[in-house]
């Protein structure tokens, strides 16, 4: 069997693939993987895979409709788990177009496409298909300090060109189900963190500024809350929800961790502090505060009631043992972070892939 995944050369994606073809109830299963290679796209992330024929990668848009027809034909998935976005809120503030490109039109594209597919499917093919929709608790909009976590029903409230733009595509999934009939499954998942992590997001930046002695921005007064979820744990609960999820139905996968910016920053102090010491002295010394995000979100936080009561998924990792994981990874692969900080990792594609 085979599942399509786009966007599996980005961070979530990435993990996603290869503990895919790690676990030992999915590894016989090939993945087709679908990237454009944005800047945030990195081959490199699935280097260990080279060589392996359980692994295509093929270079292209979501948005171009006959790719993707031609990919379906070729491979017959019997699900497509749709990764593929523009994720970075500071980015969708300073220009928007991209993400109502990729993540509305080009998540447009992708149903039509698995749309056409499917209805031409047959029998247990195409009662077992599932289309699967990864997105973020951001659709959700802002909590005040002592309201409780969303849940499913929550009411869509987007606040930034980010969110608004997965709102738009989970908005086009449900609907592709309930006038197509079509068999979606959609996540909504609190803030990731752990290896492969492009470092412009706030973990893998102060891990990597810090590192260099450069500043750690923090925007605002550094209260704002968000939930942290250790990307092993979203893999797993990805994997749980396509395998036992009731189709059209949404899953909300957090990490039972809120925790203020602040808090997160001086937590990757303290461990950097231990475990690479600086000369200079401890790195809460880098720390500064900086002009506030436009429209910044105050709060997120997920309840994940649902999926544990149904489908039985708890996250595995603390954030106490995951965010020490993920120190310890970027302190292992300073080679990664100087690549995707040159651009350096364009070159390894360009003479990895050019003469194939
Ligand atoms: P990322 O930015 O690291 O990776 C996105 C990937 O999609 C890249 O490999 C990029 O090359 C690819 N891509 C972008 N546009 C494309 C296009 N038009 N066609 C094909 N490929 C394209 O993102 P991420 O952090 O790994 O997020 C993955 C998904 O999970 C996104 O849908 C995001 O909204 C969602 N999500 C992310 C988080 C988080 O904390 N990072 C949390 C919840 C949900
Ligand atoms: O909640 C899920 C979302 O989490 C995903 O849907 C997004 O794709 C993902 O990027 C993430 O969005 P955030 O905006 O929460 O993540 P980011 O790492 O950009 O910022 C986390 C918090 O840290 C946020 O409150 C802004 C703050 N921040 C961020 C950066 C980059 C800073 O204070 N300083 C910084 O330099």
Not at 114 to 132: I, T
Not at 290 to 307: E, L
């Amino acid at each position: 069997m085979t599942i399509l995944v786009t966007g599996g050369a980005g961070f979530i994606g990435s993990n996603f693939v290869l503990d895919w073809l790690a676990d030992a109830s999915t590894r016989d299963e090939r993945v087709v993987n679908l990237d454009a290679l944005t800047y945030a796209g990195n081959l490199r992330n699935l280097a260990s895979l080279q060589g392996d024929a359980r692994h295509v990668f093929v270079k292209g848009d979501i948005g171009d409709r006959a790719l993707v027809d031609r990919l379906l034909a070729e491979h017959q998935p019997r699900a497509v788990l749709h990764f593929a976005a523009e994720s970075h809120v500071d980015r969708s503030i300073l220009g928007p177009g991209a993400f109502i490109k990729t993540n509305v039109e080009g998540t447009f594209t992708l149903l039509e496409a698995a749309r056409a597919y499917w209805s031409a499917l047959e029998g247990d093919a195409k009662a077992a298909f599932r289309f699967h929709h990864v997105s973020t608790d951001e659709v959700y909009g802002s909590l005040a300090p002592d309201a409780p976590a969303f849940t499913e029903t929550h009411p869509y409230e987007p606040n930034s060109p980010y969110s608004a733009s997965k709102a738009a595509s989970d908005h086009l999934v449900r609907a592709w189900h309930h006038t197509y009939g079509m068999p979606v499954l959609t996540t909504n998942c609190s803030n990731n963190y752990g290896p492969y992590h492009f470092p412009e997001k706030l973990i893998p930046l102060m891990i990597v500024n810090a590192l260099a002695g450069k500043p750690l921005p923090i925007y605002g007064d550094g209260l704002q809350v968000r939930d942290w979820l250790y990307v092993g744990d979203h893999c797993s609960a990805i994997r749980t929800v396509l395998a036992k999820g009731r189709v059209g139905e949404t899953y909300n996968i957090g990490g039972w961790n809120e925790k203020p910016n602040r808090e997160i920053v001086h937590t990757v102090c303290a461990l950097l502090d231990e475990l690479r010491p600086s000369a200079e002295g401890p790195y809460t010394r880098l720390i500064t505060h900086v002009k506030d995000r436009p429209g910044h979100d105050r709060r997120y936080a997920i309840d994940a009631r649902k999926i544990e009561r149904e489908l039985g998924w708890r996250p595995a990792e603390t954030f106490e043992t995951g965010i020490r994981k993920t120190v310890r990874w970027y302190l292992e692969h300073a080679d990664w972070v100087a690549d995707v900080q040159s651009g350096g990792y364009r070159d390894w594609v360009a003479a990895n892939y050019s003469a194939r």
